[in-house]
């Protein structure tokens, strides 16, 4: 009797200890890097937007599939002259008004000549590019100007971006939010002070009183050549504060600007590397963290990288895969 209790509470502890696979994925379920989720309103259709393809759009009748490819976002490449503005990077996507936003990066692997563009659409399937938003960065900038992600904080639309060189800022932006707002600066809000300061794709979403700042740390790509040293992958981390533009602190106090961050999901069984994330709020499911993955059974290679999803409890204050 009392081993077969022993044994159920070590079960149970390792339950609670780790993180749960991600939910059942129908159709094309990879090409998915950096995936930016969003539910049509008028039809209750799911959309995924990507990385790669001139931002790849799929989508589904369920948040599970069957994905189907559908077309190029931006099929004659970004307004915006940089190298890169055929090969765009880290969609984000939301919904203001009556208007849907694509916000996408124009930049090169290891470069800091980037700038963050939009798009809007009043269906999802058509997109008109409006090119620059007035984020950008060269060498020498204090950041580097990707992965952009908007938010409304209940006052301000706030745009959250950055990665390695400075980290994470972010900045108001007019409303409609196809420009920063007049005379606004970029304010830092999390940083890895140690090692090559790898730390990007920010997103913010808000559970209560509290807004929660979700990034991803570690190395994101190339693991079928370069596979980082175990625990140097992709992971997702968050840190929260009652205001969307600073004071993010970790689940230990750790400011988010001095190396804090508190790991939310990382690999674990077949799942290797998970990041470039974001938050939706699901009629059905509630909130879920949805991100792209590398499955170990299928292969390393960035093109394999698949769709994730996980329903999130924010019940303890702080969010739980």
């Known amino acids: 009797m009392k081993s077969s209790i022993i044994a159920s509470l070590i079960g149970l502890a390792a339950t609670v200890m780790g993180y749960a696979d991600p939910m059942a994925c129908s159709g094309v379920c990879n ?17 995924r937007f990507s990385t790669g393809g001139k931002i790849a ?16 976002a931006i099929p004659a490449g970004s307004k915006i002259n940089l190298a890169g503005k055929d090969d765009l990077w880290a969609p984000d996507v939301t919904k203001f008004g009556d208007t ?24 999802l399937d058509n997109w008109t590019d409006h090119g620059a938003t007035g984020i950008s960065s060269k060498a020498g900038s204090p ?16 745009m959250s971006f950055g990665s390695f060189w400075g980290d994470i800022y972010s900045v108001k932006m007019n409303n409609p939010p196809l420009t920063v707002a007049s005379g606004a ?24 009183n509290y807004h929660y700042l979700f990034f991803s740390v570690g190395q994101c790509c190339g693991f079928d050549t370069s596979k980082p040293a175990a625990g140097a992958e992709y992971k997702i981390q968050v840190c929260r504060s009652t205001s969307a533009t600073g004071g993010f602190v970790d689940k230990s106090g750790v400011s988010c600007t ?11 069984g077949w799942v290797y590397g998970p990041g470039g994330q974001g938050v939706y ?15 170990t059974r ?24």
Request: glycine residues 12%; without cysteine; charged residues 15%.
């Open 185 to 208: 600066t970029s304010t830092r809000i999390a940083y890895k002070p140690s090692g090559t300061h790898a730390q990007e794709g920010a997103f913010i979403a808000k559970n209560g």
């Open 281 to 295: 709020w699901d009629p059905t499911l509630g909130p879920v963290l949805y991100y792209h993955y590398v499955d």
């Open 31 to 47: 090409n998915a890097h950096d995936p930016a989720l969003i539910r049509r309103d008028s039809d209750g259709r799911y959309y």
């Open 298 to 321: 299928i292969g390393y290679a960035d093109g394999q990288k698949k769709f994730g999803i996980n329903k999130i409890d924010f019940s303890s204050g702080w969010p739980v895969v």
């Open 57 to 72: 759009i799929h989508s589904a009748k369920t948040i599970n599939g069957p994905w189907t490819y559908l077309r190029a």
């Open 143 to 158: 950041y580097n100007a990707i992965d952009g992600a908007a938010y409304y904080d209940g006052s301000n639309i706030v």
């Open 100 to 123: 849907y936003y694509l916000f996408y990066s124009v930049s090169s692997f290891g470069s800091q000549n980037s700038a963050i563009g939009v798009a809007t659409s009043t269906d």
């Open 258 to 268: 001095n190396g804090g961050g508190t790991t939310v999901l990382e690999s674990h």
